[in-house]
């Protein structure tokens, strides 16, 4: 017996639900577990209009609940890093989850110019300029 | 046509990628796959969803068990009536996109799943076939 | 009667005519007598020396304004008209330049009066040329003087040590200091010292007070800036005696920038000498006579010797009595600038036992690129790490053979039980999961340090085992937020493609959680095959020992090795 499967009741998607806050110079953004395309866009949109708006020099992007990382996502999160360099701040990818990790490796995705780290106290730090920056690419 | 399918997605619009996320990870979680090998499959099947709704506008999706040779496994089917693909080695070439994508999908998903094959006819349709077997120690 | 006193009276005229003459010729003055209309009519002795024309050249010859020189002619001309129409309005005197007959100038100085009755002058005339020239030498000069003066880069103050005050300063000062030229010399000198002790107002009098006495004074001192901060600086005070003054001269440096980089150099060398004797791994550095000039913590552990029993001994005393020639025919070769690969070198400790070490080392040239100044040399003590390593095999043995009885126990209970399915299943899991756990097992991933974990891989890595490997690697990795994972291969005997992309692909995930990866004990046969399969290890941190991976490690994480004692 096959089931077949529908949303139903279809909740409009808004991307609101993403919580962008400001802490000191840096822009801290949890991204939820498993965001669509259209969240990711808006998302994209909100957090490039924070950086102008606040003049922040970072943007630590809290992945550490995402359980799906596709090309989609990535490319995007690579984009947006390199928009942020280019408004002259820096992204880092904080908390990725190992199997994650594991997943976008074998995919083949890289983050471009974005920074990584363990987890967003390590993401402060890194934007803070107290560790030594490293590229990753 | 095929037998044993336990579940089937239609893929109309862009939030039908999540629900065939959400669909295969229940099934692959139910199925005591690792959790690597879970964020691989539906890794895979995000991408192949989506390559549905960019190029064939809709499709669908169905998956089921398989068991032989004491081997277990998921097989996921993406099926589409949209407009084939006219030169596959070149659709699997890393970094080939018609959409100014990443390229990634095709070869990217094929690295993720232990088979895949590709049935694309120009004008008729395109069905991938992936599948992931049980780890066994 | 009359006629006597006619005659009286023109012989008094002559006489005073005569008397005129003669102060007229004899005067020290260059003298001239000018016509109304300029003509001159008389000069004397001195004018002809002073102008170079002979009388005859001049009188009734040539006009005032002709010896002129030509910028002057026309002020003189107007004095000279003056001078008749009203004379209380032309000056008495006035200076005006002439032209010698040889073309040269001459400054003169001019005393001018009309003779009574007369409209005819008398031009008395001084020459101020050299004067002149004196005046301008010593504009130049004090020009100059005060450009070199501000020019300089270092501040100076001249100091008039018995009143105490600044009697000038350059520009470097004011702008050292932030007062103007005029403030800073309304300064005390102590609105300039730094104030704490010892750069107090007191001091400061002091080695003032010495310079004045003729003992020159360099010194580094601290002082204020007007807006309150303090500078370094090196002072060099010297006594003088300018325009008869007694006065202090005080070149003054800043040397905040050399005082900072000091401070950094001592800060770094602190840093490193803690490094280096706190580091796990054994460290030497011996000077080209073979004299040990420094031993870590880790070789004291290694020999039982304390530092300061063997600092200046020759290294002999290191090795065992039997390979003592051996060892140090070995490392005489280091000094003629042969590296070590790795070498094998026995160390004997105090208690007589030995202990096998593989060396590392590197000759320290001084700038010339020729003279040996020292050599380093880290160790790793291989007797535990074999010793270690035996066991680690032995127990993942153990475990196989485990496996095996297990798998086998478990087959004959499959037997027993085919064709109840529930219970096969049961058994398949069971199986499943102790597998896993001995996987786990032969793949160790130990947190060796707070940020940093390490795992020693051993054997033959399948892709099974590749697999297991990044994923538990990466989970610890996670779980203890370690910023760095020890890789090390010294164990595994060979690599094959599939593996080494494995080893890349553990890489490149580990560097997307935000750690980093450091290959250990990649020895040469290794290195040759990935070099052979083209894998590009360029951007990874490869380490030829596990110790030097630790410490490299370490500074990974910037830390710092501090002593608890
Ligand atoms: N179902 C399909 N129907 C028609 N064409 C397809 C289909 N799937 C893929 N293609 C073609 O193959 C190309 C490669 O696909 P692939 O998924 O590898 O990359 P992409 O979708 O362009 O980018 P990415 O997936 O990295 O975002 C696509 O650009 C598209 O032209
Ligand atoms: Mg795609």
Redesign the pocket.
């Known amino acids: 017996m096959i089931e077949q499967r529908h949303l139903k009741g279809r909740e409009p998607i808004t991307g609101e639900s993403i919580s962008v806050i400001k802490i000191r110079d840096v822009l801290l953004v949890a991204m939820p577990p498993d965001p669509d395309d259209t969240t990711i866009t808006i998302l994209q949109e909100k957090v490039l209009a924070a950086i102008e708006r606040y003049q922040v020099k970072g943007l630590v992007l809290d992945i550490s609940a995402v359980q799906t990382l596709d ?2 996502f990535a ?1 995007v999160v690579a984009e947006t890093a390199q928009m942020v360099v280019l408004m002259g701040a820096q992204t880092v990818i904080a908390g990725m989850q190992p199997s994650v990790a594991i997943t976008a490796t074998q995919l083949g995705l890289t983050l471009g110019g974005a920074l990584t780290a363990l987890n967003v106290d390590l993401a402060l730090e890194i934007v803070s300029d107290a560790f030594q920056r490293r590229q990753r690419s | 046509m095929i037998d044993g399918i336990r579940e089937e997605v239609a893929i109309i619009d862009e939030s039908d990628i999540i629900l065939v996320r959400k669909t295969v990870r229940e099934a692959a979680t139910k199925f005591n796959y690792s959790l690597t090998d879970v964020t691989r499959i539906v890794t895979a099947a995000s ?1 192949l969803a ?3 709704f ?3 506008g809709s499709g669908v999706m169905r998956w089921r068990l398989l068991e032989g040779n004491g081997a277990k496994g998921m097989e996921l089917i993406f099926e ?1 009536r ?4 006219t030169d596959l080695e070149q ?1 699997f070439q890393e970094g ?4 100014g ?7 990217g998903t094929q690295r993720l799943m232990d088979e895949m094959e590709i049935d ?1 006819r120009v004008g008729v349709g ?1 069905t ?1 076939v992936v599948r992931k077997w049980q780890r066994r120690y | 009667m009359q006629s006597g006193d006619e005659r009286q009276n023109r012989e008094e005229v002559l006489k005073e005519l005569q008397e005129y003459r003669t102060i007229f010729e004899i005067s020290g003055s260059s003298i001239a007598i000018a016509a109304d209309d300029g003509t001159i009519n008389r000069v004397n002795a001195e004018f002809v020396k002073l102008f170079g024309y002979s009388k005859e050249e001049v009188e009734g010859r040539k006009k005032w304004s002709e010896l002129c020189a030509a910028e002057d002619r026309d002020r003189i001309n107007h004095y000279h008209q003056l001078r008749r129409s009203n004379p209380d309005s032309a000056p008495h005197n006035y200076e005006a330049r002439f032209i010698h007959k040889n073309g040269g100038l001459i400054h003169a100085y001019i005393t001018a009066g009309l003779i009574p009755k007369t409209q005819e002058s008398v031009l008395a005339v001084i020459d101020i040329s050299n004067l002149k020239k004196a005046e301008e030498t010593a504009r130049v000069s004090e020009r100059s003087y005060r450009q070199i003066f501000n020019s300089v880069n270092d501040a100076i103050i001249v100091h008039d040590a018995a009143r105490e005050i600044i009697v000038d300063a350059n520009t470097k000062a004011s702008e050292m200091f932030g007062y103007t030229l005029e403030e800073i010399k309304n300064t005390s000198l102590k609105d300039r010292v730094a104030g704490k002790h010892p750069y107090s107002e007191a001091i400061l009098r002091d080695f003032i007070n010495k310079a004045a006495k003729g003992a020159p004074q360099v010194f580094e001192w601290l002082y204020r800036h007007k807006d309150g901060r303090t500078f370094s600086t090196e002072i060099s005070l010297k006594d003088a005696v300018i325009s008869g003054d007694q006065l202090v001269l005080a070149i003054i440096r800043d040397i905040t920038e050399r005082k900072r980089a000091e401070e950094a150099f001592r800060e770094t060398n602190a840093y490193l000498e803690n490094l280096l004797n706190y580091a796990n791994a054994p460290i030497i550095v011996w000077d080209p006579d073979y004299n040990i000039t420094r031993f870590n913590r880790a070789f004291e552990r290694l020999t039982g010797y304390r530092a300061d029993e063997v600092l200046g001994k020759s290294l002999e005393i290191l090795f065992p009595d039997d390979k003592k020639e051996d060892s140090m025919g070995l490392i005489r070769r280091t000094a003629s600038g042969e590296r070590w690969e790795v070498v094998e070198i026995a160390i004997a400790h105090v208690d007589q036992t030995v202990r096998t070490v593989l060396w590392n080392s590197a000759t320290l040239f001084a700038p010339d690129g020729t003279t040996v100044v020292a050599t380093i040399a880290q160790g790793q003590d291989i007797t535990a790490r074999k010793r270690a390593e035996e066991e680690l095999r032995q127990s993942h043995e153990k475990l196989e053979s485990r496996v095996r009885e297990r798998t086998a126990e478990l087959e004959k209970l499959n037997e027993a039980l085919r064709g109840e399915i529930e219970e096969r299943k049961r058994a398949e899991e069971i199986i499943s999961r102790q597998a896993q756990e001995i996987l786990e097992v032969s793949t160790p991933v130990i947190q060796i340090w707070e940020g940093i974990v390490s795992v020693p891989l051993i054997g033959t890595l399948d892709s099974m085992r590749a697999q297991q490997l990044m994923e538990q690697l990466l989970q610890r990795i996670v779980e203890t937020g370690s910023a760095v994972a020890l890789l090390d291969v010294t164990g595994v005997p060979a690599i094959d493609s599939k593996t080494a992309r494995y080893l890349i692909e553990t890489i490149s995930a580990v560097r997307l959680l935000g750690a980093e990866v450091v290959l250990t004990g990649i020895r040469p046969a290794i290195a040759r095959t990935l070099a052979q399969l083209g894998v590009d290890l360029s951007n990874v941190n490869t380490r030829s020992s596990f110790s030097a991976g630790l410490l490299f490690a370490l500074t990974l994480l910037k830390l710092r090795v501090v002593s608890h004692d």
């Open positions: 090309s989609f490319r | 991408e989506r390559n549905i960019l190029y064939a589409d949209g407009p084939g693909i659709a080939y996109s018609t959409s994508g990443l390229g990634l999908g095709l070869p694309t395109t991938v």
